[in-house]
C-alpha cells in the first residue's frame, strides 16, 4: 500500500508561495533590467522549484518571521544562480549576492529577539550559505580559469559525504566565534572577486588565503570531534551503496542524453533537462512495487539497447557522417571488423570484436539494473521522489517554452531518447517503402533494351579507364588546409598531360556515401541508380540493371576490374557488373610490403593493369580500377620507384620522412590527420598522372580516355561537420573529338572544377555518359 504524501499547512503553502511569486518578480526584473538570458532564467526557475520542494520536505508547518527573512536570503540566491548559469550583468550579481550576505545576519537575530529559535531554522539558514559559496565559487573559478577554487564551495558537501563513511564526524559541536568569521570570509572574498575590481594575482591570493582558513577551520573541528568520540568506526558500505547510486544516476543519464552525433558531443551536452526522467520517477514513485521491479528492468533493457544503439551512431557520425541504421547498416559491422583484422591484425581484430560484444551486453545489462535500483529507492521514497519530479518538470517546462540551449540545436528541454525511439520504429516502415521505391526506380531504364553494337559506338577503338581515387573529395579541393598543395599536384598534372596531348574536362558528382561505403558509390556510378545502402545493393546485384560496365563488354570491350581492396570472392563482378576478369588483391602477384588496410601500392596496381591487360595485342578493354593508398588510415604511404623497376613489388619500401602508425592517427589532433590524409591524396593523383602521362609516352596510339574521379568524401574528422557529399570527377583523353561530346555538359576545362561546375548526382552519371558516347535511345 502506497504511503500518503502529507500535506503542508496553509501557512507554510502562503509563505512557499510567497517565496515563489518572489523569485519570479526578481528573474522578470533581471530579465528585463539586465538581460538575463534563457539559460538563466531555466536555472532560476529551477533554483526557485528546489527552494520550494526542500521546505516543503522540511517538516515544519511555518517558517515563522526569521524562517522567513532566510526564505527571503533564498530568493536572492535564486538570482544569484540565474546570474551564474547565464553572467549578464556583473553589478546584479553582485548586488544580490551582497544583500544575501548581509540578511545572512538578520535572520538570526531576528530570531533571537523573538525567542523564535529552532534547529530547522538553524539548518535552513547554514544549508542557504553553503549554497551561495557554491555557486559564487562556480563563478570564481570560471572567471579565472582556476577550478582549486571550486574547493572553497565543495568543502561543506565533501565533509558531509566523509560522514557516510565516518560517523563520528555527524557528532555534535558548540559552534565557535572563529568558525563563523571564516565561514563569513568565504563569502565576502567569492563576492569581492566576483566584483573584478581587483587584480588578478590579488584575487588569486584573496582566495587561497580563504580556501587556508577553511581548511584550518575545518581541520579543527575533525580533530574536535575525533577527541570528542569514544569509538572511531568506518562503515563502508554505506558509501559504497551511495557510490553504486550515484553511477547508476550517471549511467541513465548518459543514456538518455548522449546525443548520436559526434560533432555534438560536449559536456555541455550532458547537462540537460531529460523528459524521460521526469516521466519515469513520477511512475516508479505511484506504481506498487512487484509492477515497478518489472516495469524499471523492461524501460532499462531498452534504455540499454538504445544506449548501444546511441554509440553505434556515434560511431557511424564519425566515420560515415549518419546515423547507424541497425536494418541496413549489419553488413558494415562485419566491414569494420575486417579493417581493424586488416590494419592490425586478425588476432587484434578478434580482440576488438569480443570486447565491443562484451560491453554491449554489459551495457544493457547494467542500465537495467540502473534504472531499477533508482526506481527501487523512488518507490521507497515517494514523497522525495514526487518533489523531485515536480522541480524537474518546472525545469524542463521553462526550458521547453524558452528554447533554451547550451549548444546549439541542443534544447537544453531534452526528449532525445524518446524521439530516437520512434525515429527508429519509423524506420523499418521506412526500410520498407524505399525498397518498394527502389523496384520501382529500376525497373525504369532507356538502356536496358539497347543492343550491344548501339552502345558507346564513338569510343570504339579506345581503352577506357576508369579510375576510382578513395576519399577524395570536394573537401581536399576546398579546405584551405589542404586545398592549396593537393591543387599543386592537379595543377602540375595539367602542365604535364599537356604536354603529352592531353586534355581534361572536370565537373562535380555528389555520392550518396561520406566516410565509407565505397562499394555503394560505385555501384551507383556504374548502374545509374541512388545506392545509398546494403538493402539497396542486394537488390541491385539481383537485378538486370545494365551497368556501364557491362555496357561495355556487350559492346564488345574487355570488361576489367583492378580491386586491390578485394580479399574476399566476388561473384557479383561477372554475374551482376559484367566483368569479364575481377583482379582481386590475391590476383595481382603483388609480393611487396602492406600499407595498413590498402594492400599495395597504387603504382603497382597501375603497372600490374599494364602487365596483365595492356600487352602486345590485346583487345580494347574497359577497366575500372580503385587507388587505395587513400584509404583510410592514409598512412604509411609508399616510395614512389622507377616504373621499370616494380617488377611484384618487393621494391617498395615506406616513403622517407616521419609517418604516424594507423593507431596513432585516430589519437592525434585533426589538423595533423588532415595532414595525413592531404599527403595521401596527392599521392594518388600524383601516381595516376605519372601512369597516363607514360602511356601516351609508351604506346600513344592506345593511350586510355581516362574517367578520374573520387569515390566519397573522407570521414568528418577531415572535413569537419556539415560538408557536401561532392567528389571530383574528369574526363582526360588525347582526342579532342571525346571531350567535344561533354561539351554541353558545362564541365571546367582542366583537372580542377570552378565553382560554376555543375554539380550532379553520381546516379545521372551513366546515362549522361551513354548518351555522350552512343545514340539515344
Given at each position: 500500500?502506497?504511503?500518503?504524501?502529507?500535506?503542508?499547512?496553509?501557512t507554510?503553502?502562503?509563505?512557499?508561495t510567497?517565496?515563489a511569486?518572489?523569485s519570479?518578480?526578481?528573474?522578470?526584473a533581471?530579465?528585463?533590467?539586465?538581460?538575463?538570458?534563457?539559460?538563466?532564467?531555466?536555472?532560476?526557475?529551477?533554483?526557485?522549484?528546489?527552494?520550494?520542494?526542500?521546505?516543503l520536505?522540511g517538516?515544519?508547518d511555518?517558517?515563522?518571521?526569521?524562517?522567513?527573512?532566510t526564505l527571503?536570503?533564498g530568493?536572492?540566491?535564486?538570482?544569484v544562480?540565474?546570474?551564474?548559469?547565464d553572467p549578464v550583468?556583473?553589478t546584479?550579481?553582485?548586488?544580490?549576492?551582497?544583500?544575501?550576505l548581509?540578511?545572512?545576519?538578520?535572520?538570526?537575530?531576528?530570531?533571537?529577539?523573538?525567542?523564535?529559535a529552532?534547529?530547522?531554522?538553524a539548518?535552513?539558514?547554514?544549508?542557504?550559505d553553503?549554497?551561495l559559496?557554491l555557486?559564487l565559487s562556480?563563478?570564481?573559478a570560471?572567471l579565472?580559469?582556476?577550478?582549486w577554487v571550486?574547493l572553497i564551495?565543495l568543502a561543506?558537501?565533501?565533509f558531509?559525504?566523509?560522514?557516510?563513511?565516518?560517523?563520528?564526524?555527524?557528532?555534535?559541536l558548540a559552534?565557535l566565534?572563529?568558525?563563523?568569521?571564516?565561514?563569513?570570509?568565504q563569502?565576502?572574498v567569492?563576492?569581492?572577486v566576483?566584483?573584478?575590481?581587483?587584480?588578478d594575482?590579488v584575487a588569486?591570493?584573496?582566495?587561497?588565503?580563504?580556501?587556508?582558513?577553511?581548511?584550518?577551520s575545518?581541520?579543527?573541528?575533525?580533530?574536535?570531534?575525533?577527541?570528542a568520540a569514544?569509538?572511531?568506526?568506518?562503515?563502508?558500505r554505506?558509501?559504497?551503496?551511495?557510490?553504486v547510486t550515484v553511477?547508476?544516476?550517471?549511467?541513465?543519464?548518459v543514456?538518455?542524453l548522449?546525443?548520436?552525433?559526434?560533432?555534438?558531443?560536449?559536456?555541455?551536452?550532458?547537462?540537460?533537462?531529460p523528459l524521460e526522467?521526469v516521466?519515469?520517477?513520477a511512475?516508479?514513485?505511484?506504481?506498487?512495487?512487484?509492477?515497478?521491479?518489472?516495469?524499471?528492468?523492461?524501460?532499462?533493457?531498452?534504455l540499454g539497447?538504445?544506449l548501444?544503439?546511441?554509440?553505434f551512431?556515434?560511431?557511424?557520425s564519425l566515420?560515415?557522417?549518419?546515423?547507424?541504421d541497425?536494418?541496413r547498416?549489419?553488413v558494415l559491422?562485419?566491414?569494420?571488423?575486417?579493417?581493424?583484422a586488416?590494419?592490425?591484425?586478425?588476432?587484434?581484430?578478434?580482440v576488438?570484436?569480443?570486447?565491443?560484444?562484451?560491453?554491449a551486453?554489459?551495457?544493457?545489462?547494467?542500465?537495467?539494473?540502473?534504472?531499477a535500483?533508482?526506481?527501487?529507492?523512488?518507490?521507497?521514497?515517494?514523497?522525495a521522489?514526487?518533489?523531485l519530479v515536480a522541480?524537474l518538470?518546472?525545469a524542463w517546462?521553462?526550458?521547453?517554452?524558452a528554447?533554451a540551449q547550451?549548444?546549439?540545436?541542443?534544447?537544453?528541454?531534452s526528449r532525445d531518447?524518446?524521439?530516437?525511439?520512434?525515429?527508429?520504429?519509423?524506420?523499418?516502415?521506412?526500410?520498407?517503402?524505399?525498397?518498394?521505391?527502389?523496384?520501382?526506380?529500376a525497373s525504369?531504364?532507356a538502356?536496358a533494351?539497347?543492343?550491344?553494337?548501339?552502345l558507346?559506338?564513338?569510343?570504339?577503338?579506345?581503352d577506357v579507364?576508369v579510375?576510382?581515387?578513395?576519399?577524395?573529395?570536394?573537401s581536399?579541393?576546398?579546405?584551405?588546409?589542404?586545398?592549396g598543395?593537393v591543387?599543386?599536384?592537379?595543377?602540375?598534372?595539367?602542365?604535364?598531360?599537356?604536354?603529352?596531348?592531353?586534355?581534361a574536362?572536370?565537373?562535380?558528382?555528389?555520392?550518396?556515401?561520406?566516410g565509407?561505403?565505397?562499394?555503394?558509390?560505385?555501384?551507383?556510378?556504374l548502374?545509374?541508380?541512388?545506392?545509398?545502402?546494403?538493402?539497396r545493393?542486394?537488390?541491385?546485384?539481383a537485378?538486370?540493371?545494365?551497368?556501364?560496365?557491362?555496357?561495355?563488354?556487350?559492346?564488345?570491350?574487355?570488361?576489367?576490374?583492378?580491386?586491390?581492396?578485394t580479399?574476399?570472392?566476388w561473384p557479383e563482378?561477372?554475374?551482376?557488373?559484367g566483368?569479364?576478369?575481377?583482379?582481386?588483391?590475391?590476383?595481382?602477384g603483388?609480393?611487396?610490403?602492406?600499407?595498413?588496410?590498402?594492400?599495395?601500392?597504387d603504382q603497382y596496381?597501375?603497372?600490374?593493369?599494364?602487365?596483365?591487360?595492356?600487352?602486345?595485342?590485346?583487345?580494347?578493354?574497359?577497366?575500372?580500377?580503385?587507388?587505395?593508398s587513400s584509404?583510410?588510415?592514409?598512412?604509411?604511404?609508399?616510395?614512389?620507384?622507377p616504373?621499370?623497376a616494380?617488377?611484384?613489388?618487393?621494391?617498395?619500401a615506406?616513403a622517407?620522412?616521419?609517418q604516424?602508425t594507423?593507431?596513432?592517427?585516430f589519437?592525434?589532433?585533426?589538423?595533423?590527420?588532415?595532414?595525413?590524409?592531404?599527403?595521401?591524396?596527392?599521392?594518388s593523383?600524383?601516381?595516376?598522372?605519372?601512369?597516363?602521362?607514360?602511356?601516351?609516352a609508351l604506346n600513344?596510339g592506345?593511350?586510355?580516355?581516362?574517367?578520374?574521379?573520387?569515390?566519397h568524401?573522407?570521414?568528418?574528422?577531415?572535413?569537419?561537420p556539415?560538408?557536401?557529399?561532392?567528389?571530383?570527377?574528369?574526363?582526360?583523353?588525347?582526342?579532342p573529338?571525346?571531350?567535344?561530346?561533354?561539351?554541353?555538359?558545362g564541365?571546367?576545362?582542366?583537372?580542377?572544377?570552378d565553382?560554376?561546375?555543375?554539380v550532379?548526382?553520381?546516379d545521372?552519371?551513366r546515362d549522361r555518359?551513354?548518351?555522350?558516347?552512343?545514340?539515344?535511345?
Amino acid at each position: 500500500m502506497l504511503a500518503r504524501v502529507p500535506r503542508p499547512s496553509p501557512t507554510l503553502v502562503a509563505e512557499l508561495t510567497a517565496g515563489a511569486l518572489g523569485s519570479a518578480v526578481l528573474l522578470a526584473a533581471l530579465a528585463f533590467g539586465a538581460g538575463l538570458g534563457p539559460v538563466g532564467l531555466v536555472t532560476g526557475t529551477t533554483a526557485a522549484a528546489a527552494l520550494v520542494a526542500v521546505l516543503l520536505g522540511g517538516g515544519v508547518d511555518r517558517l515563522g518571521p526569521a524562517g522567513r527573512v532566510t526564505l527571503g536570503r533564498g530568493v536572492l540566491i535564486v538570482g544569484v544562480t540565474a546570474l551564474v548559469a547565464d553572467p549578464v550583468s556583473v553589478t546584479a550579481l553582485v548586488a544580490c549576492a551582497s544583500v544575501a550576505l548581509v540578511l545572512d545576519g538578520v535572520d538570526g537575530a531576528v530570531a533571537r529577539r523573538r525567542d523564535v529559535a529552532s534547529a530547522f531554522g538553524a539548518r535552513f539558514d547554514m544549508e542557504l550559505d553553503a549554497v551561495l559559496v557554491l555557486v559564487l565559487s562556480v563563478h570564481v573559478a570560471g572567471l579565472l580559469g582556476s577550478n582549486w577554487v571550486l574547493l572553497i564551495g565543495l568543502a561543506r558537501y565533501l565533509f558531509v559525504a566523509a560522514g557516510a563513511v565516518l560517523p563520528w564526524l555527524r557528532g555534535e559541536l558548540a559552534p565557535l566565534f572563529s568558525g563563523k568569521v571564516v565561514a563569513a570570509i568565504q563569502g565576502v572574498v567569492l563576492v569581492v572577486v566576483s566584483a573584478q575590481l581587483l587584480p588578478d594575482l590579488v584575487a588569486r591570493v584573496l582566495l587561497a588565503l580563504a580556501l587556508a582558513a577553511l581548511a584550518w577551520s575545518f581541520g579543527r573541528d575533525v580533530v574536535r570531534l575525533w577527541r570528542a568520540a569514544g569509538e572511531h568506526p568506518v562503515r563502508v558500505r554505506p558509501a559504497v551503496a551511495a557510490v553504486v547510486t550515484v553511477a547508476a544516476g550517471v549511467l541513465v543519464l548518459v543514456a538518455l542524453l548522449t546525443p548520436g552525433d559526434f560533432a555534438l558531443l560536449t559536456p555541455l551536452t550532458w547537462l540537460r533537462v531529460p523528459l524521460e526522467v521526469v516521466v519515469g520517477l513520477a511512475v516508479a514513485a505511484v506504481l506498487p512495487a512487484p509492477l515497478r521491479r518489472v516495469a524499471a528492468w523492461a524501460g532499462g533493457i531498452v534504455l540499454g539497447l538504445l544506449l548501444v544503439l546511441t554509440l553505434f551512431d556515434i560511431g557511424f557520425s564519425l566515420s560515415l557522417a549518419r546515423p547507424f541504421d541497425p536494418a541496413r547498416d549489419a553488413v558494415l559491422l562485419g566491414n569494420a571488423y575486417d579493417f581493424v583484422a586488416e590494419t592490425s591484425g586478425p588476432a587484434i581484430g578478434t580482440v576488438v570484436a569480443v570486447l565491443v560484444a562484451v560491453l554491449a551486453v554489459v551495457l544493457v545489462v547494467a542500465t537495467g539494473g540502473a534504472v531499477a535500483r533508482l526506481a527501487r529507492i523512488a518507490g521507497a521514497r515517494r514523497s522525495a521522489s514526487l518533489r523531485l519530479v515536480a522541480v524537474l518538470a518546472v525545469a524542463w517546462a521553462v526550458a521547453w517554452a524558452a528554447s533554451a540551449q547550451l549548444v546549439p540545436t541542443v534544447p537544453l528541454a531534452s526528449r532525445d531518447t524518446s524521439i530516437r525511439t520512434v525515429e527508429r520504429a519509423e524506420a523499418v516502415g521506412t526500410g520498407v517503402r524505399d525498397q518498394a521505391a527502389f523496384e520501382a526506380e529500376a525497373s525504369v531504364d532507356a538502356y536496358a533494351d539497347v543492343p550491344g553494337d548501339q552502345l558507346l559506338t564513338a569510343l570504339r577503338g579506345r581503352d577506357v579507364v576508369v579510375a576510382v581515387v578513395e576519399s577524395y573529395g570536394m573537401s581536399a579541393l576546398q579546405d584551405p588546409a589542404m586545398s592549396g598543395p593537393v591543387r599543386a599536384v592537379l595543377d602540375d598534372g595539367e602542365r604535364r598531360l599537356g604536354a603529352a596531348g592531353y586534355a581534361a574536362r572536370t565537373g562535380v558528382l555528389t555520392s550518396p556515401v561520406a566516410g565509407g561505403g565505397s562499394w555503394l558509390a560505385h555501384a551507383t556510378l556504374l548502374s545509374g541508380l541512388w545506392i545509398d545502402g546494403e538493402q539497396r545493393h542486394r537488390d541491385l546485384v539481383a537485378s538486370g540493371r545494365l551497368t556501364l560496365t557491362r555496357a561495355f563488354h556487350e559492346a564488345g570491350w574487355r570488361a576489367v576490374a583492378v580491386a586491390p581492396g578485394t580479399t574476399k570472392p566476388w561473384p557479383e563482378g561477372s554475374s551482376f557488373f559484367g566483368y569479364d576478369r575481377a583482379y582481386g588483391a590475391d590476383d595481382l602477384g603483388y609480393r611487396g610490403p602492406r600499407y595498413s588496410w590498402s594492400t599495395m601500392p597504387d603504382q603497382y596496381a597501375l603497372a600490374a593493369f599494364d602487365r596483365l591487360e595492356r600487352g602486345p595485342g590485346a583487345p580494347p578493354t574497359m577497366a575500372e580500377i580503385a587507388l587505395t593508398s587513400s584509404h583510410v588510415p592514409w598512412t604509411p604511404l609508399p616510395r614512389t620507384v622507377p616504373w621499370e623497376a616494380v617488377g611484384d613489388g618487393s621494391v617498395f619500401a615506406p616513403a622517407d620522412g616521419p609517418q604516424q602508425t594507423f593507431e596513432s592517427v585516430f589519437t592525434t589532433p585533426p589538423e595533423q590527420v588532415r595532414e595525413v590524409y592531404r599527403r595521401s591524396i596527392e599521392y594518388s593523383l600524383a601516381t595516376l598522372v605519372a601512369w597516363t602521362e607514360r602511356q601516351a609516352a609508351l604506346n600513344p596510339g592506345r593511350a586510355p580516355v581516362l574517367v578520374v574521379l573520387g569515390d566519397h568524401q573522407p570521414y568528418p574528422m577531415i572535413t569537419g561537420p556539415g560538408a557536401s557529399r561532392d567528389v571530383p570527377i574528369s574526363i582526360v583523353s588525347r582526342d579532342p573529338a571525346v571531350l567535344a561530346r561533354i561539351g554541353a555538359w558545362g564541365w571546367s576545362d582542366g583537372l580542377t572544377p570552378d565553382p560554376t561546375a555543375p554539380v550532379w548526382r553520381m546516379d545521372a552519371f551513366r546515362d549522361r555518359f551513354l548518351d555522350a558516347y552512343g545514340p539515344r535511345p
